[in-house]
């Protein structure tokens, strides 16, 4: 038996893909960027270009909250995502008001991104150590 | 929530992965069902209650009938 159900292997094949956009896509728009000094809308269209695959993997998640028909499973990835929404959300907000102050240098907001997927992680143990894994 | 289904699943001498299987969830939810740690919905409930060919009653104990019994 496979130690991922339909919904979890559709996810993970997905992240895996979106993953690979966003290495090739960044790797493409800094290569544009550094040859070709763009201005205007082209410049802002291949500045979007590298945050695609990531909103990306935010929809994928929705839709594997929508796809999973594990009941607890979901409910604990459910929980996961709150766990990792809070945790983004405090760290930007505490951030936000440091750099308002002058306390701390500027960050860049993208990293918010990077500290919900951190979160995520977060999300994982505390759900091991309350209630229990969601996967074998 | 306290429930029987251990009980119930050995006197089958079914394992967590069986009854799983007959469910159709993961072990995870039958093992987290089995020690009260994850409160089942009510379609799941109603499914192991099918299975079982027990009232939803017999298989998971009212938290309000255990505090009126401990008075």
């Known amino acids: 038996m496979s130690r991922f159900n339909t919904a979890q292997r559709r996810y993970n094949r997905s992240v895996l893909l979106l993953s690979l956009a966003y290495a090739l896509i960044l790797f493409g728009v800094i290569t544009f960027f550094k040859n070709s000094s763009p201005t205007g809308l082209s410049a802002y269209a291949a500045a979007i270009l590298p945050a695609l695959p990531i909103v990306g993997i935010f929809a994928v998640m929705g839709r594997y909250l929508s796809d999973e028909q594990d009941e607890f499973v979901r409910m604990l990835t459910v929980r996961q995502t709150l766990y990792a929404s809070a945790f983004a959300l405090s760290i930007a907000t505490i951030w936000g008001f440091l750099e308002n102050f002058d306390l701390v240098g500027h960050i860049d907001a993208y990293y918010v991104a990077v500290l919900w997927f951190g979160g995520l992680g977060i999300g994982s143990c505390i759900n091991k150590l309350t209630i229990g894994s969601g996967r074998d | ?71």
């Open chain 2, 1 to 71: 929530m306290e429930n029987r289904l251990k009980v119930l699943r050995a006197e089958r001498d079914w394992s967590q992965q069986d009854l799983a299987e007959r469910l159709e969830v993961s072990r995870q939810s039958v093992n987290a069902i089995e020690t009260g740690k994850y409160d089942p919905s009510l379609p799941l409930a109603f499914r192991i209650s099918e299975l079982f060919d027990r009232s939803i009653e017999d298989i998971f104990i009212s938290p309000s009938s255990r505090s009126s019994k401990a008075i």
